[in-house]
């Protein structure tokens, strides 16, 4: 549980340190290229994932507290849970504690990492977001190579 926390807390300082350091330093709704590939874009997302539901981010706020509290207590109660576990779980929780708290002091999150030229792709995203897919999909690997070897 103590590692469980340790990424939580890391994930978050990174995270909001991003945002701070965006929103002192890239004007809203412009961008700073970095290379043909990847721009900093400064703006600001009021609705949920890929934009949606705009002005309804106080609904994905409170959903996103109930469901990082569930994965809290989940890790608590189950002291059997997998090292692996932690881990992923502590960088998606980190991630979405750094968006609820954007929708709490900014009452939006701060999106501005914009990757471009791949084709069907048009969203801009943050550190936070990122951190959530890092935890994700290692977990979604893992749970399935778990599940189907001990289904073997």
């Known amino acids: 549980m ?4 340790l990424i939580v807390l890391l994930v978050l300082v990174i995270c909001q ?4 350091w965006v929103n002192s330093n890239i004007p809203q709704n412009t961008s700073i290229e970095i290379n043909n590939f990847l721009y900093l874009t400064h703006i600001r997302n009021f609705g949920g994932i890929f934009g949606l539901a705009q002005n309804m981010g106080w609904l994905f706020g409170l959903i996103s507290l109930i469901l990082l509290a569930g994965v ?7 002291s059997s849970a997998q090292r692996y ?6 960088f998606i929780v980190g991630g979405g504690l750094s968006n609820v708290l954007d929708r709490l002091i900014y009452g939006s999150v701060i999106d501005f ?4 030229n791949i084709p069907l792709w048009n969203y801009i995203f943050n550190t936070a977001d990122l951190m959530i ?3 994700i999909w290692p977990m979604l690997i893992l749970s399935l190579n778990i599940s189907k070897n001990s289904s073997n």
């Open 2 to 5: 103590r590692l469980y926390g």
């Open 17 to 20: 340190l991003g945002g701070v």
């Open 72 to 78: 809290s207590v989940y890790l608590w109660k189950h």
């Open 85 to 90: 576990e932690y881990v992923c779980f502590g």
């Open 113 to 116: 990492i914009d990757v471009q």
């Open 133 to 135: 897919h890092i935890g």
